[in-house]
């Protein structure tokens, strides 16, 4: 008989064990997301991030857990949006705009950091020691932001041959980005008009009155997903005001705006993905380089050259990946 209660209690313990093993190496991983924007603003970039999670096998609420946190314009509140996310353990945290992800490397020098979309350098914003060794715990995509604004600003002139004054959209201090843009203002002979932008319906409207009386000739908004995130309403108002317009991303594009030069923004969020897949199964984010794009798309859209009474010249349509007629 105490043979035999032995041999019981000597089973059910092994499965208590194999079971607890079992809940333990099958723990659901958990990542935050942390953007200063808003949950709808992004909703094509989130749909893109995790279609391609789901196509490398991590399916939201299957075998992995995203916390989302978002800053809703309010940049003062990214520092306590990364605390929390550090609170909760989290395996590791994507993060867009070079803010954003200052805000996280604060937070924790330990879990790993994925950036989707920086609005400048990296490397001059302390993020990661260099493109091809991160060295930290942050790596993800960088973005050529001096490098296309200057591309965007030499569109602009050939789109209007006899612009003389450029009107650039600004939310903040000025950064690296305007004042290369100024620089490159200067070799094409054009006067750069910064205008600070409230990221709201009536500041968005004042802006583009600004604009007006300063008499530019076209507007052109900087990579960021602030301005991003009104791509619609700055797109509306440029054509309500007659501004031709050059945008970052074709997301403006698609929503009605005139011109766009610059790596598609859904692509570099499925690329993302792959990030998350690796470090999840356990890359060292150190030793992930952080990839600059490659691939760059002009648009051009003649439904909206039309409504504000630009005619595009043939040479330039040429030169465009895609003309939406």
């Given at each position: 008989?105490?043979?035999?209660?032995?041999?019981?209690?000597?089973?059910?313990?092994?499965?208590?064990?194999?079971?607890?093993?079992?809940?333990?190496?099958?723990?659901?991983?958990?990542?935050?997301?942390?953007?200063?924007?808003?949950?709808?603003?992004?909703?094509?970039?989130?749909?893109?991030?995790?279609?391609?999670?789901?196509?490398?096998?991590?399916?939201?609420?299957?075998?992995?857990?995203?916390?989302?946190?978002?800053?809703?314009?309010?940049?003062?509140?990214?520092?306590?949006?990364?605390?929390?996310?550090?609170?909760?353990?989290?395996?590791?945290?994507?993060?867009?705009g070079t803010p954003t992800a200052l805000a996280a490397k604060k937070a924790t020098t330990t879990i790993p950091i994925v950036m989707a979309n920086p609005g400048g350098d990296p490397v001059a914003?302390?993020?990661?020691?260099?493109?091809?060794?991160?060295?930290?715990?942050?790596?993800?995509?960088?973005?050529?932001?001096?490098?296309?604004?200057?591309?965007?600003?030499?569109?602009?002139?050939?789109?209007?041959?006899?612009?003389?004054?450029?009107?650039?959209?600004?939310?903040?201090?000025?950064?690296?980005?305007?004042?290369?843009?100024?620089?490159?203002?200067?070799?094409?002979?054009?006067?750069?008009?910064?205008?600070?932008?409230?990221?709201?319906?009536?500041?968005?409207?004042?802006?583009?009155?600004?604009?007006?009386?300063?008499?530019?000739?076209?507007?052109?908004?900087?990579?960021?997903?602030?301005?991003?995130?009104?791509?619609?309403?700055?797109?509306?108002?440029?054509?309500?005001?007659?501004?031709?317009?050059?945008?970052?991303?074709?997301?403006?594009?698609?929503?009605?705006?005139?011109?766009?030069?610059?790596?598609?923004?859904?692509?570099?969020?499925?690329?993302?993905?792959?990030?998350?897949?690796?470090?999840?199964?356990?890359?060292?984010?150190?030793?992930?380089?952080?990839?600059?794009?490659?691939?760059?798309?002009?648009?051009?859209?003649?439904?909206?050259?039309?409504?504000?009474?630009?005619?595009?010249?043939?040479?330039?349509?040429?030169?465009?990946?895609?003309?939406?007629?």
């Open positions: 008989m105490f043979r035999r209660i032995v041999i019981c209690f000597t089973a059910v313990f092994l499965l208590t064990v194999s079971s607890a093993d079992a809940q333990q190496t099958s723990k659901i991983p958990r990542i935050g997301f942390l953007d200063n924007s808003t949950a709808s603003g992004i909703s094509v970039l989130l749909d893109a991030f995790r279609q391609e999670l789901s196509k490398l096998g991590w399916i939201e609420g299957k075998n992995l857990t995203i916390e989302y946190r978002f800053g809703e314009q309010k940049p003062e509140h990214l520092p306590e949006l990364a605390a929390e996310l550090v609170r909760l353990k989290v395996d590791l945290i994507v993060v867009s914003a302390g993020l990661i020691a260099s493109l091809a060794r991160p060295g930290g715990n942050v790596t993800g995509l960088s973005s050529l932001g001096t490098e296309l604004n200057t591309k965007r600003l030499e569109i602009l002139k050939d789109a209007i041959p006899r612009l003389s004054r450029v009107g650039l959209l600004r939310s903040g201090p000025v950064d690296l980005q305007t004042k290369d843009l100024g620089a490159a203002a200067v070799a094409l002979k054009l006067k750069l008009e910064e205008i600070e932008t409230k990221l709201d319906p009536k500041g968005l409207e004042s802006t583009l009155q600004a604009a007006k009386q300063k008499q530019v000739g076209a507007i052109m908004t900087p990579s960021g997903r602030r301005f991003f995130v009104e791509r619609k309403r700055i797109a509306e108002l440029a054509g309500k005001y007659r501004l031709p317009a050059i945008y970052p991303d074709k997301g403006y594009v698609d929503e009605g705006g005139l011109m766009s030069y610059g790596a598609d923004e859904t692509e570099r969020y499925r690329r993302v993905a792959y990030y998350v897949d690796k470090i999840l199964k356990g890359a060292n984010p150190a030793d992930l380089p952080v990839e600059q794009p490659k691939k760059f798309e002009f648009i051009i859209n003649l439904k909206a050259a039309k409504q504000i009474g630009l005619t595009i010249p043939q040479s330039l349509l040429y030169r465009a990946d895609k003309v939406i007629k």
